[in-house]
């Protein structure tokens, strides 16, 4: 009995979009509210509000006027390949959110996928993942894990 090579199984931009999208909620969803007892109930059995940060001021402006509120830190003599943009230095803080103290991670990814109609699709995508301490937009200081994506 000979074996069989396997196929390789492919990832559709489909299941792709998808499986970020579930990723993404898990992570700002769930974790992104206030943990302790107060979170899963409390004393009085009441769960407490998801109370969001601040974001920083400025970010970039898109297009159509509007702003992420996001800087993006790292080697500023990189360019991405589809966008042409570049990282704005290491002087820049990754955090997205106003009074902020943890930690805080950032990547860029950057490459094709081929669709389930042929085409090919250029990826480039630029992620932070923080978790630590902030102060909300009612004043009260908090503790969340969030991504942006």
Known sequence: MEPKPQRASTLSRRRFVQTAA????????????????AAHGGAHGHRQAVVPPKPIPGGI?????STLHVWPAGDPTVTLPFTQSSPLGFD??????????????????AGSAIGSDGAT???ETHMTALKG???????????????FI
């Open 22 to 37: 579930v990723a993404a909620a898990g992570v700002t969803g769930s974790l992104a509210g206030p943990v302790g007892s």
């Open 121 to 123: 699709y250029n990826l």
């Open 133 to 147: 301490t902030y102060v909300a937009t009612d004043g009260t200081r908090r503790f969340g894990t969030f991504a």
């Open 92 to 109: 820049y803080d990754p955090s997205t959110i106003t009074d902020f103290r943890g930690f805080s991670a950032i990547a860029f990814h």
């Open 61 to 65: 402006t898109l297009p159509d006027g």
